[in-house]
């Protein structure tokens, strides 16, 4: 039988270093060597007076991906987010549009998009090694569901 495993470079977050109107599709990975999207499922639990064991319902999803990543000045997501870090960005100027795209489907690639707003946790490290920053991507809302094409490195996102 052969090995179907999906690998975690075929998993692919994205972060939008341009804007809105002129999205710029910057891959995370340069400097990063773990990364998990952590769905913290909602939940409210309820005993009602006619049963004598709770009842549990899922409302919704707090999702994040936490993101320690080592420094590389001309790297296009690390110069983005070291850029928040500086300024110190709050409200509307920490948000982003991130993309996540299974590339272990069939191409077009199922992708979702998702507006999230970057937590900046740390950055640092001990003296003799390389920077780190971490920080978190906050997804908000819905995601919209579509497809990615990838031509020539150049991603495009297309609404389901």
């Known amino acids: 039988m052969a090995d179907t495993r999906i690998k975690r470079s075929q998993v692919a977050a994205f972060l939008n270093t341009g804007t809105s109107a002129a999205p710029v599709w910057s891959r995370i990975g340069k400097g990063v060597t773990g990364q998990t999207i952590t769905y913290n499922p909602q939940v409210t639990t309820e005993t009602y007076i006619n049963e004598d064991n709770a009842t549990t319902s899922l409302t919704s999803y707090q999702v ?6 080592t420094a590389y000045a ?6 983005f ?3 928040l870090r500086q300024s110190r960005a709050v409200g509307d100027a920490a948000e982003v549009e991130v993309l996540l ?3 272990y489907t069939a191409s077009p690639y199922k992708a979702e998009l ?3 707003v970057i ?3 740390d950055f640092g490290g001990d003296g ?3 920077v780190v920053i971490n920080y978190t991507l906050n997804l908000n809302g819905d995601p919209e569901i579509g497809a990615v094409t990838i031509t020539d490195g150049a991603v495009a996102f297309t609404k389901a």
Request: aromatic share 8%; charged share 20%.
């Open 64 to 69: 994040n991906i936490a993101t320690p990543q």
């Open 74 to 79: 001309g790297d296009p997501v690390f110069d």
């Open 81 to 83: 987010v070291d850029g």
């Open 101 to 103: 795209v299974y590339l």
């Open 114 to 116: 998702n507006d999230a």
């Open 119 to 121: 937590q900046i946790d």
């Open 128 to 130: 003799g090694t390389p």
